[in-house]
């Protein structure tokens, strides 16, 4: 998909991994709208990016896990912008394994609202419309996590929901494609104290995410940014998951890598 001229949401693109998207989107020359939870940050973010890239960015506040917000948010969007959403990012995540009930309505429920929401905006039951959605999930969407158990279990859907979503007829009729990034650990509020003030993260996983900082290379978030715009821009990509980590030892540089649904074992 071309990214030059597009509509583009970025739901958490207030700050972290959504702030870094939300960026490479503006440097490709898309309209890009902010929805996030946090006003305050939104705002900020968006008072920010303006200075360089004027009225292409936007803010709207949106609480994910509420129907009628989501579909204020699209319709905010076409009424700024004029257009339908070309391209919509489910960034927004928490990390709170001791308040299991809110870290899968907001990792998982949320993103099955915002794709079934965001659906009918961007023409799923339109023959030859076409737009992309994509997750962010994680690695531990990929492999388990005995320290991270909910979390892991909310990533895990989401990639399954993902892939199962660019096998239904209607996505394949509308030509709507699917896509999730699964990035390692990344250095954002997520894995800091200031993760646990804005109720991010509780103090258990927080401490957890701080202790790899000694162990390993965090990815930066232009890294998730990157891995973002590669899965937008090849129309091949369909139902992708793009693993996004540095390697086998931890450390060294960036690596890209699709890693590949078990279809031997379970046909779709």
Not at 55 to 75: H, N, P, Q, S, Y
Not at 247 to 268: A, C, M, R
């Amino acid at each position: 998909m071309k990214i030059d001229g597009s509509v583009a949401v970025v739901t958490g693109g207030a700050q972290g991994v959504g702030k870094a998207i939300v960026e490479a989107l503006l440097q490709r020359g898309a309209n890009v709208c902010i929805a996030d939870i946090n006003k305050a940050i939104g705002e900020v973010t968006v008072k920010e990016l303006a200075e360089a890239y004027g009225d292409k960015i936007f803010f709207k506040e949106c609480d994910v896990t509420k129907d009628a917000d989501i579909r204020a948010l699209f319709g905010a969007v076409q009424e700024t912008t004029g257009r339908a959403v070309d391209i919509l990012v489910n960034n927004a995540g928490i990390l709170r394994e001791k308040y299991f009930a809110s870290t899968v309505a907001i990792n998982l429920e949320a993103q099955i609202r915002c794709a079934y929401v965001g659906a009918e905006y961007m023409g799923l039951n339109s023959v030859g419309k076409s737009g992309i959605m994509i997750f962010t999930a994680s690695i531990l969407g990929l492999v388990p996590s005995g320290q991270a158990p909910v979390y892991s279990a909310t990533k895990h859907g989401l990639v399954a929901f993902v892939r199962s979503m660019a096998l239904s007829p209607s996505s394949i009729k509308s030509g709507l494609r699917f896509n999730v990034l699964c990035p390692s650990f990344v250095d954002t509020p997520l894995i800091t104290d200031e993760g646990i003030k804005r109720g991010l993260v509780d103090d258990d996983s927080s401490a957890m995410f701080i202790a790899l900082r000694n162990s390993i290379d965090l990815l930066k978030p232009s890294d998730v940014g990157k891995g973002c715009i590669q899965l937008i821009e090849d129309d091949t990509l369909n139902g992708k998951a793009l693993l996004i980590n540095h390697g086998d030892t931890g450390h060294g540089d960036v690596l890209f890598s699709y890693i590949e649904p078990q279809t031997d074992i379970v046909k779709p």
